[in-house]
């Protein structure tokens, strides 16, 4: 049998004092509550049988990680399939941004979007890297350290919601973990936790769109 859940983990919150939208930007690290956040998500599966793990290569969930390793005696692999979105608006201020007419054609087709990577292509590579890694074990839970966009594409479409969706009501706050489950020949969730929820409301999350 391969793996028995996959636990789809985000990032815990991010050092950004500026409020930019970082992206795939590099040097943006986990503030001090994100290491107490990424830490709360790895304690909240303590003694579960965690034999993969897998993060994406920015460094925020390269750090997220560290604390599932420490935990479970792991390495940490990386994979690119499961990093963040590129998009139009990295390295700026989004309300700054919408102000100017130049930002607009951009924001013109909310369905793909036009602002960045297409949410199929997004969605493609997150499943073809959870079927890997779900296929990669005898037996046990494989956990991937991913972002918030990827991990919302991979929960609405086992849900069959449609991929367009409104960034401000995603489901997926700072070190969740959403569970899946291989049914036949897909995936369905099974759980969604929040494990670091009494800290997010002194957290910032900002950083994606």
């Known amino acids: 049998m391969p793996a028995e859940f996959v636990r789809l983990v985000r990032h815990g919150e ?9 992206g795939r930007i590099p040097g943006y690290h986990l503030s001090e509550l994100g290491h107490r956040m990424a830490a709360m998500a790895a304690e909240s599966l303590r003694g579960r049988d965690v034999v993969k793990l897998v993060a994406s290569p920015l460094q925020r969930t390269q750090e997220s990680a560290q604390p599932w390793a420490d935990l479970f005696g792991l390495p940490i692999e ?5 990093i963040e979105p590129h998009n139009w608006f990295e390295g700026t201020r989004m309300r700054r941004r919408l102000r100017n007419p130049v930002s607009w054609p951009r924001l013109a087709n909310p369905l793909r979007p036009s602002w960045g990577e297409p949410y199929d292509s997004v969605k493609k590579r997150m499943f073809a890297a959870i079927d890997d890694a779900w296929a990669s074990v005898d037996s046990g ?54 494990p670091a929820r009494e800290l997010l409301a002194a957290s910032i999350d900002l950083g994606a769109v």
Do not use: W
């Open 78 to 82: 990386t994979d690119e399939r499961i």
């Open 141 to 194: 839970e494989v956990v991937l350290v991913s972002h918030q966009m990827p991990i919302v594409m991979v929960a609405r479409s086992v849900a069959g919601r449609a991929p367009f969706h409104d960034p401000r009501k995603r489901r997926c706050t700072l070190s969740s973990i959403t569970t899946l489950r291989r049914e036949g020949e897909r995936f369905v969730e099974v759980d969604y936790q929040e």
């Open 14 to 22: 991010v050092h950004n004092p500026d409020g930019i939208l970082y």
